[in-house]
Structures are given as C-alpha cells and as structure tokens.
C-alpha cells in the first residue's frame, strides 16, 4: 500500500507595509482566516473544479499570529495550484498583505525544522522591533506557538 503524498509549504505573510508598526495589527492572522484566503483564490483563479480538486488534502497546520509565519498542506498533484493561489491573495479581510513562500517540503518533519527556524529568527527581529514594550503575554504566547510547533505530525 502506498502512502498518501502531500507537500508542505512555509508560507510568510506580510501584512500592509504602510501601517505604523507600533500600533496594533489590524486583524490576527488565523488558521481560518488563511485557509479561507487560499481557497477563495482558488476559486476566483481556478473555479469550482480547480477548488474541489485542491480540498482533498489541502491544511493549513500551523500559523504563528506573531511572526506570520504558516504551514500549509497540499496534495502532491494540487500543490502548483495551491501554491499560485496563495501568491495571488491580497488580503485577509479588510487587510492588505503579500505572501512569500519560503520553503516547500515533501515531509512534515523537514517542514516544521525548518520553519522553527524561521519562527526563530523573526521573534528575534520582533523583539528588536518592540524593544522594552516586549510584554510577558507576548513572549508566553510565542513560546506556546513554539511548543505547538515541535509537536506538529500529521
């Protein structure tokens, strides 16, 4: 018997760069807020058969509201249309952002490796961004999405 195969993807999202990067984010990226925006574009881009092909397989498994950083799953014949769907999102919402797809995987292992890395070094840059307004809450909640990360299977 043959497994399943699925590509995972270590997506970044950038929310708009003409907002003051002090103030609150307009809207907190979701799992459901992104697989929403996917699958949306899907459509638009793809229509309803390309959209019911891509479910199948098609997650999105982790995403850090911090660090904007996401993993999706797709199938490993669905994973070209997912993956330009997402370059074609523009906004979550009412938010305009940019997506940047940083790596593309055919193991979850790999994947989370390298996107606990990736968490890691733009907490980094967050925390040099915030300085002393680095709030306990914050750091807790990077450190669960850390934790949920490193435990993250299929």
Request: with cysteine; glycine share 4%; hydrophobic share 40%.
């Amino acid at each position: 018997m043959v497994g399943f195969k699925n590509r995972y993807m270590i997506v970044e999202v950038f929310l708009d760069p003409n907002r003051d990067l002090a103030a609150q984010d307009p809207i907190i990226i979701t799992q459901f807020n992104v697989s929403k925006a996917i699958k949306d574009s899907i459509l638009v881009n793809f229509g309803e058969c390309g959209l019911a092909s891509s479910l199948g397989s098609f997650q999105v498994k982790y995403v850090n509201p911090i660090t904007k950083i996401c993993i999706i799953r797709a199938s490993r014949e669905e994973y070209q249309k997912v993956w330009s769907a997402i370059t074609m999102v523009r906004s979550i919402g009412n938010c305009p952002i940019l997506c940047n797809l940083l790596d593309l995987s055919g193991s979850i292992k790999a994947c989370r490796n390298a996107a606990l890395k990736c968490d890691e070094l733009k907490f980094e840059q967050y925390k040099l961004l915030v300085g002393d307004r680095l709030s306990a809450d914050a750091a807790q909640q990077m450190q669960n999405c850390l934790d949920k990360i490193k435990v993250l299977e299929h």
